[in-house]
């Protein structure tokens, strides 16, 4: 029997953390959990070490490492518990690991991704804000360290599974186009006076996929769509004139390779993240995912639209900080986290969100990007303009509750 390969997930209690563990615990004899990382959550991350066995739990706060690790002991188990950023690194690069999955939410799962990078490991990338803020860092030390980086967003899980095996960038592969397919999220058809109204949870139901709340905002304004763009520019080397985003409301076809014959090349199958989890886990062979399999016939036709950017500015914000380069899809990326966490706090309207991206892309001087500390430092550049912009707009803006309450 080949030794079971050793999993490190970041990020382990969210969505894709729980989807991962649901593949994984299909595959006893392949795969070992090593080490689980959170930020809180500790009750769904002691079930999960008590189900998965890790030797290693990360939790970022040392008052719930010391909680976690009381109950595991009481409990019989052996499992370490650390806390603080550095340890989520550090499980990140550990000699035994041999795969990580990267399943942060946001910005905050850039560091232990890169470490995992850097330590040349096969590395699963969920954190597609990890590529959309640093990607030129994140590529060079894929190279550098030989790294296999294997996208999990299901479009770009789909693209790589349309391109060749020996695929060498699009001129030399015959690559025309991208297309990025994007379901339109629950507000697709809503009529536009009414965005100002919605609220979170209206926002984070999600009319194909059950994804953590910040993802399913991004996804109702598509800024998720925006993101993806610039994720597909690094990992694929396209220019962004290349990558089109094509709404499919039906979330079958997960996205396409247009060649230059006229060929198009689609992945498909039923919305379920085990899909592409399972095929990067798998890699550069298939195993079996738990996914119900797909029925065409029932689903009967499929829709493609162009979308429209008067409904989503976030789509044209982020092919405008793409095109600007260097810190701007870091800054485009921290302003829509500051909007995103504030909205879903009640504190900001949904037609806000891109007004706030917009002030913020415009009040921060873009620089390019030579390392890590740029990355971070636009960061919290653009942290520091978004507050201001609140403190500022809040006296006169429209608080969410007051237009959703009446
Ligand atoms: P989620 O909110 O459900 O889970 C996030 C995980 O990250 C949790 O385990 C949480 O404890 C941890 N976390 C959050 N903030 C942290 C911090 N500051 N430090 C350390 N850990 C922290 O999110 P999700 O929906 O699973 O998405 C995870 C990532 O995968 C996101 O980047 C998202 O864009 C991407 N993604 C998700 C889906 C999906 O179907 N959910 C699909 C494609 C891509
Ligand atoms: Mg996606």
């Known amino acids: 029997m080949t030794a079971r390969q050793r999993l490190t997930i970041l990020g382990s209690t969210g969505s894709v953390g729980a989807s ?6 299909r595959h006893p004899d392949r795969f070992e959990v090593y080490a689980l990382t959170a930020l809180n959550r500790a009750d769904t ?24 690790r009381r109950r595991l002991h009481e409990a019989g188990s052996r499992c370490e518990v650390h806390s603080g950023a550095a340890a989520l690194e550090e499980v990140a690069r550990l000699r035994e690991v041999e795969i990580v999955m990267a399943a942060i939410v946001g910005i905050a799962g850039l560091r232990p991704t890169l470490a995992a990078a850097q330590a040349g490991k096969k590395v699963l990338l969920a954190n597609k804000e990890a590529l959309v803020t640093a990607g030129a860092v994140l590529m060079d030390a894929v190279r550098a360290s030989g790294a296999t980086l294997l996208p999990i967003d299901s479009e770009h899980n789909a693209v790589f599974q349309a391109l060749p095996s020996d ?9 025309r186009r991208i297309l990025l397919t994007a379901s339109g999220g629950p507000f697709r058809t809503l009529p536009l006076r009414e965005l100002d109204r919605v609220t979170p949870d209206q926002a984070c ?18 800024m998720n769509k925006g993101l993806e763009v610039i994720e597909a520019r690094w990992l ?29 090349i689609a992945q498909l199958g039923n919305p379920d993240m085990r899909t592409p989890i399972a095929y990067a886990l798998g890699y550069p062979g298939r195993i079996e995912a738990g996914v119900e399999f797909l029925d065409l016939a029932r689903i009967g036709a499929l829709r493609f639209e162009r979308p429209d950017l008067e409904r ?29 966490e504030q909205f879903l706090a009640g504190s900001l309207g949904f037609r806000q969100i891109p007004e706030l991206i917009e002030a913020v892309l415009g009040g921060v001087d873009c620089a390019a990007v030579t390392g890590l500390e740029d990355v971070l430092a636009a960061d919290r550049a653009a942290r520091e303009r978004a507050r201001a912009w609140l403190q500022a707009a809040r006296p006169r803006g429209t608080p969410l509750r007051q237009a959703a309450g009446s």
């Open 45 to 68: 991350l002691f079930k999960q070490c008590l189900e998965f066995q890790p030797r290693i739990a990360v939790v970022l706060e040392e008052a719930a490492a010391q909680d976690l």
């Open 312 to 340: 989503f500015p976030c789509l044209k914000l982020a092919y405008g900080a793409l095109a600007a380069g260097g810190t701007a899809p870091t800054v485009l990326n921290a302003a829509n986290e500051v909007a995103v």
């Open 236 to 264: 694929f080397d396209v220019p962004p004139e290349r990558i089109e985003v094509v709404i499919h409301p039906e979330s079958v076809v997960h996205s396409l390779v247009e060649y230059v014959d006229g060929s198009v």
């Open 20 to 25: 991962t563990l649901d593949v994984v615990a």
């Open 205 to 222: 139901a999600h009319p194909n996929w059950t994804m953590g709340r910040k993802i399913s905002v991004d996804s109702a304004t598509m």
């Open 167 to 175: 695929y060498a960038g699009p001129a030399a592969s015959g690559v």
